[in-house]
């Protein structure tokens, strides 16, 4: 298995690691966010949400961010990716793009 030098995770690029990076050192969790682990990313329509909540229910890593009963974005730091939010909008509020796309845009 190949080592990774996690004194110099500061330095990650997305384009060193398309794919999403999880490092496998033991005990590195306070070194980074999870966000890393991240090679798609939801975006957001506030638009187009109504507040239903539904993302917020069934969002694995609590990455969506709520005031006073309303949405008012995603944890980039701590969302993982998993597209969950995506699929139970029933509004079209959420889509997915590649963390490349989202460097591009
Ligand atoms: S992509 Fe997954 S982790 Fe990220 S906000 Fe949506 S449900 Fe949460
Ligand atoms: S599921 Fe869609 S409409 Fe409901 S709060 Fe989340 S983004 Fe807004």
Aim: aromatic share 10%.
């Amino acid at each position: 298995m190949a080592t990774f030098d996690v004194d110099s995770f500061e330095d990650w690029k997305p384009s060193d690691f398309p794919q999403g990076f999880v490092c496998p050192e033991a005990g590195n969790s306070v070194k980074y966010k999870t966000g890393g682990w991240r090679s798609r990313r939801p975006i957001w329509d506030p638009e187009a949400c109504k507040n239903c909540m539904l993302c917020w229910v069934y969002c694995p890593d609590a990455s969506i961010q709520v005031k006073d009963g309303a949405m008012t974005g995603i944890d980039l730091d701590h969302c993982k990716g998993c597209g969950v939010c995506v699929s139970e909008c029933r509004f079209g509020a959420l889509k997915m793009i590649t963390e490349s796309e989202a460097k591009e845009a």
